[in-house]
């Protein structure tokens, strides 16, 4: 019964910034591997970014990179996206997963729990 539950999400104008919550219970994650990914309308599920729950060590798409940052506060079992200088393709549904993997893994199929996800929406 473990779960994840993203929330944060909403609407906001490009330039703006946003902080996305994950809230990981049912489970210790502290092996696992926690990762962001999105999907836009129409488009595939992209990876946005990843942390290891134990180490802190993180990766970035380089679409995001300089502007997103992932972070996780192990006492409140959470993981955050901060999302910065939000652009209009940033527009998406954004999702929390994880991943058992022993590496930082970017496709969805090495991801074994998986969040309802939040919408964020940037307009001009």
């Known amino acids: 019964q473990a779960r994840l539950v993203e929330s944060g999400g909403g609407l906001v104008q490009a330039g703006g910034s946003l902080r996305l919550s994950c809230a990981a219970s049912g489970r210790t994650f502290s092996s696992y591997i926690m990762g962001w990914f999105r999907q836009a309308p129409g488009k595939e599920r992209e990876f946005v970014t990843a942390?290891?729950?134990?180490?802190?060590?993180?990766y970035y798409a380089d679409s995001v990179k300089g502007r997103f940052t992932i972070s996780r506060d192990s006492a409140k079992n959470t993981v955050y996206l901060q999302m910065n200088s939000l652009k209009a393709e940033d527009t998406a549904v954004y999702y929390c997963?994880?991943?058992?993997?022993?590496?930082?893994?970017?496709?969805?199929?090495?991801?074994?729990?998986w969040g309802q996800g939040t919408q964020v929406t940037v307009s001009s």
């Open positions: 942390i290891s729950w134990s180490g802190g060590a993180t």
């Open positions: 997963a994880a991943s058992r993997a022993v590496s930082f893994v970017l496709t969805t199929r090495d991801y074994d729990y």
